[in-house]
Every structure is written in C-alpha cells, then in structure tokens.
C-alpha cells in the first residue's frame, strides 16, 4: 500500500487526556501530494456520565454533552474506527500541536478501551507528524511566500487559525475540527508549495532515527532547533548542542548556545536543580538566570535541521552571531563534565508519582503479550458476553479498567457487585469536582457568557450527578 496522509483534530471535553474526553473528531485523508482520499470523517463522540466537562473547552467549542449524546459514537465505536478506518498501514498520521495534545487523548482513550496504545503510531509503516513546529521552523528559516500573523503587540503567532486568515485558506469555523483539519491541510499545502526542500526534509525528520542520527552524542555537533520553549522573540528557534543522555529514555539534554555557559560550568548539581525547579515566583525576578537546557525526545518529531541551513538573512532575523556560538561551543567542549552534572541535576527532579486512578496508569508499564490476547478478547465481545467473561489478567491495572469499561459501555451487563462499585466511584469523583464546577459556571454567568451554553452544564450536572443513598 502506498503511503497517505491522515490529517486530524480532535475537539475535547479540556486539557487533561487523563481525565478528559474526545468529544469530536475529524480528518480528512490524503495522499502525498495533499489531495483528498474518500470522504471526510466527522464524528461526536458520547460523553460518559462520569464525565464533568470543563465550562471553558465547551464555551471555546460550543459543543454540549447534550449534543454529543444525540449524535455521537460510544468511545467504543470511536476506537473501532479508528482501527478499521484512521490509523490504516502506512498511515502519516498529522496534526497541529498533535504531539503534545491530540495523540495523548488518542493514547489514553485506546487505553481505555483495550487497545494497545502505541502501535497506531509506529506499526505496519505508520508514522506521526505535527505540523505546529514545521511552521515554526519554516517562519524562522524560510518565510519567503507565507503571511506570517502577529498579535496586537507585534510579537509573531502562529495560531492556525490566524495562519488561515493571513493566507486566505478555507477555515470556515475555528475550534471545529473539521474545519481546522481542513486549514491544517492549507497550511502543510502553502509550505510545501513555497518552501518544498524544507516541507520534504522535515518530513523525512519525523523519524526518531533521523533525529537521533542528526542530534547524536556520539557525534556531536550544533543544530538548529525550533521549539515552543524558546524565545518568541527569535522565532522560537535557537542553535542547540547536544550535552548529555536524558533523564527520560529517548531523549538527549541540548544547551542553547546563545547563552554563555560560564555562569554555569562551575554550579553543583543541587545548584542546576534549584534553576530547573524553580517557582514562577522565583522566575519572574530581575536576578533569575534560567540554565539554557532543555530535554529533546527523538520520538517527538522535534524541528531540527542542521547549522547549514543558516544563511545570512535568516541569522539575521534570528539574531544568530555564528561567533558567539562558536565561542560559547568551544567553552563547552572546554568542560566535558558539565553534561553529566546537568543530568544529574536532571535526575534530582521530582519522581514520578503514579495516581491511584487506573485511568493515569498508561505509563505505569507496558502490556505484557499473555495479556494482549484477553484485550481482544474484551474489544471483539458484547455486552451479554461480558457479562460472564472474567479474564485473569496479569497486569491487574486491566481488571479494574475492565469494571469501567462495562459500565460505560455496556452497563447493563453489570453485576449487583460491580454496578455499586460504579456508583460509588462516580459519586466519589462528581462531589470533590462539582463545587469548583459550578463556581466556574457562575463566573462565567457574570460574564456575559452564553446562556444556553451554561445552562445545558448545569442540566448536565444536574442529571449526572449520583443519588444520595
């Protein structure tokens, strides 16, 4: 099969794809070339009743509970398309800040519904991209041909919608995400036509073992690297240096050598950490010196590129001296120790604390094979065979995913055992979040906020909300 592209956005209940939902999704096939394949997907996805959505994501989207259960698919049904139809072999699967967000709800919902939650990515010649850094790199290198928006004060965005605007692409609705898939379309279509070398090498990047290849400790050398950490003012693009192996596997600590190193080489390890963990409090005041190193994952699909790639005009509209890089490289290469000491400053960070919620488990392990063949099991049967189904699970993180799954999905098939078990857990869940939830409807009330919006959160609640005993 030949490759395509699958662009897609998802529309959710708000920011947590642990503990919120999908509540639309959408995506429009392509082939390499940018031209549509079959028709688009555009679903509403049923908000489970245990779900409390955050007023603000529904206020952004104008899609209501209410809405997604009259015309939406079960989380199951949801997962069985995206199988079946989305995340075929050979898939480039794209999005627009994808990486970060989209594919973590796409992630976690597979969890939840006993599928593997990886394998749509990588399998079977499947790949992701995300578009977001593609146009910070492109705004930074090679702007030629493109309307850049910036914000009232100046300062460049690139929000996707106002890419749209400033371009004149269709985008007929913003935060719909069909809508937006088509000006993510328009957009990847604008930079492949004005910039093709740089759309196809950054293409070619989306590969873990590319940017591994280019951002490698075994040969290291500068980079260019563009990234929402950095500083706006230069485009969000710096020149990097690869110190270190990261304290997560996958990843490499890179120093931005705009900086001066100096302040730093002769720090301990307990000093770095106190820069890395400091408060907002701490790193707004006039005296703090953040260290200029950030964690780069190679399976990200980071914007990276080559120092080559600098000609004069972009290291003058990037305020790139290849001197000072040059000077603080040579200071670096001066302390070959500083790299271990920022990891080990690294590692001093906060451990990871698994919640209790079997739902924030994704990344407690991995599945193991034995029980890969009982997840089938689970997606492929009915309500009624559920029902007498008991899978001696392995992992007992499935077991209890198993209970919620059924009460979702399939709630009839509950046992008097199971269904109290359910009910305790959503009363537990809606009483701690439904007092800050109901401030923030009344907030927006003041505000002037739509009415009907609010008032179906409030009947939302209101019919969600467990009886009392």
């Given at each position: 099969?030949?490759?395509?592209y699958?662009?897609?956005?998802?529309?959710?209940?708000?920011?947590?794809?642990r503990d919120?939902r999908i509540?639309q999704?959408?995506g429009i096939?392509?082939?390499?070339?940018?031209?549509?394949?079959?028709?688009p997907?555009?679903?509403?996805?049923?908000?489970s009743d245990?779900i409390?959505?955050?007023?603000?994501?529904?206020?952004v989207?104008?899609?209501?509970?209410?809405?997604?259960?009259a015309?939406?698919?079960s989380e199951r049904e949801?997962?069985?398309l995206?199988n079946?139809?989305?995340?075929?072999p050979?898939?480039?699967?794209?999005g627009?800040?994808?990486?970060?967000?989209?594919?973590e709800?796409?992630?976690?919902?597979?969890?939840?519904?006993?599928?593997?939650?990886?394998e749509w990515a990588?399998?079977?010649?499947?790949?992701?991209?995300?578009?977001?850094?593609?146009v910070?790199?492109?705004?930074?290198?090679?702007p030629e041909?493109?309307?850049?928006?910036?914000d009232?004060?100046?300062?460049?965005?690139?929000?996707l919608?106002?890419?749209a605007?400033?371009?004149?692409?269709i985008?007929?609705?913003?935060?719909?995400a069909?809508?937006?898939?088509?000006?993510?379309?328009g957009v990847?279509n604008?930079?492949?036509?004005k910039?093709?070398?740089?759309?196809?090498?950054?293409?070619t990047m989306?590969?873990?073992?590319?940017?591994a290849?280019?951002?490698?400790?075994?040969?290291?050398k500068p980079?260019?690297y563009?990234?929402?950490?950095?500083d706006v003012?230069?485009?969000?693009?710096?020149v990097?240096?690869p110190i270190?192996?990261g304290?997560?596997p996958?990843?490499v600590?890179?120093?931005?050598?705009?900086h001066?190193?100096?302040?730093?080489?002769?720090?301990?390890?307990?000093a770095?950490?106190?820069?890395?963990?400091?408060?907002?409090?701490?790193?707004?005041?006039?005296?703090f010196?953040?260290?200029?190193v950030?964690?780069?994952?190679y399976?990200?699909?980071?914007?990276v590129?080559?120092v080559?790639?600098?000609?004069d005009?972009?290291?003058?509209?990037?305020?790139?001296?290849m001197?000072?890089?040059?000077?603080?490289?040579?200071?670096?290469s001066?302390n070959?120790?500083?790299?271990?000491?920022?990891r080990?400053?690294?590692?001093?960070?906060?451990?990871?604390v698994?919640?209790s919620?079997?739902e924030?488990?994704l990344?407690d392990g991995?599945i193991?094979?034995?029980?890969?063949?009982?997840?089938?099991?689970v997606?492929?049967?009915?309500?009624?065979?559920?029902?007498?189904?008991?899978p001696?699970f392995?992992d007992?993180?499935l077991t209890?995913?198993?209970?919620?799954?059924?009460?979702?999905?399939?709630p009839?098939?509950?046992?008097?055992?199971?269904y109290?078990?359910w009910?305790?857990?959503?009363?537990?869940k809606?009483?701690?979040?439904?007092?800050?939830?109901?401030?923030?409807?009344?907030k927006?009330?003041?505000?002037?906020?739509?009415?009907?919006?609010?008032?179906?959160?409030?009947?939302?609640?209101e019919?969600i909300?467990?009886?009392?005993?």
């Open positions: 099969m030949s490759q395509t699958f662009f897609y956005d998802l529309e959710t209940s708000g920011l947590s794809a919120d509540m999704f959408a096939r392509t082939d390499m070339n940018l031209q549509p394949v079959g028709k997907i555009n679903v509403m996805v049923k908000l245990d409390l959505p955050s007023p603000d994501a529904i206020v989207t104008g899609i209501t509970p209410q809405e997604t259960l015309d939406g698919l949801l997962c069985q995206l079946t139809e989305v995340f075929t050979n898939t480039i699967t794209v627009f800040n994808s990486v970060r967000f989209d594919d709800f796409i992630r976690h919902t597979l969890w939840r519904n006993f599928y593997d939650p990886y990588w399998s079977e010649g499947r790949s992701r991209w995300d578009m977001l850094d593609v910070r790199l492109t705004r930074a290198l090679r041909g493109i309307e850049w928006p910036v009232g004060t100046g300062k460049a965005v690139n929000k919608e106002l890419l605007k400033e371009n004149k692409l985008h007929t609705k913003a935060h719909d069909l809508s937006d898939v088509e000006a993510l379309i990847a604008l930079i492949k036509t910039q093709p070398k740089l759309y196809e090498y950054l293409l989306r590969s873990k073992k590319s940017v290849h280019l951002v490698s400790l075994d040969d290291s980079f260019v563009a990234s929402g950490r950095y003012a230069y485009e969000k693009t710096t990097a240096f270190a192996p304290a997560k996958g990843s600590l890179v120093y931005d050598l705009r001066d190193p100096k302040p730093f080489l002769d720090a301990s390890p307990k770095l950490h106190a820069l890395l963990s400091a408060d907002r409090e701490a790193r707004v005041q006039d005296d010196v953040p260290l200029p950030k964690e780069l994952s399976n990200k699909c980071p914007a590129a080559p080559g790639v600098l000609d005009d972009s290291k003058k509209r990037l305020s790139i001296d001197n000072v890089i040059q000077a603080n490289l040579t200071q670096l001066q070959p120790t500083f790299g271990s000491v920022v080990e400053a690294y590692e001093m960070r906060e451990p990871y698994s919640n919620d079997v924030h488990k990344y991995f193991e094979a034995k029980d890969k063949g009982r997840m089938s099991v997606r492929e049967s009915n309500g009624a065979q559920l029902a007498d189904f008991n001696d392995s007992e993180r209890e995913l198993l209970l919620r799954y059924k009460a979702r999905q399939f009839e098939t509950l046992s008097e055992a199971e109290e078990l009910q305790t857990y959503k009363k537990q809606i009483t701690a979040q439904l007092p800050n939830y109901l401030a923030r409807l009344q927006l009330a003041a505000s002037g906020t739509d009415s009907y919006l609010l008032e179906e959160l409030q009947l939302w609640a019919s909300i467990p009886e009392e005993d």
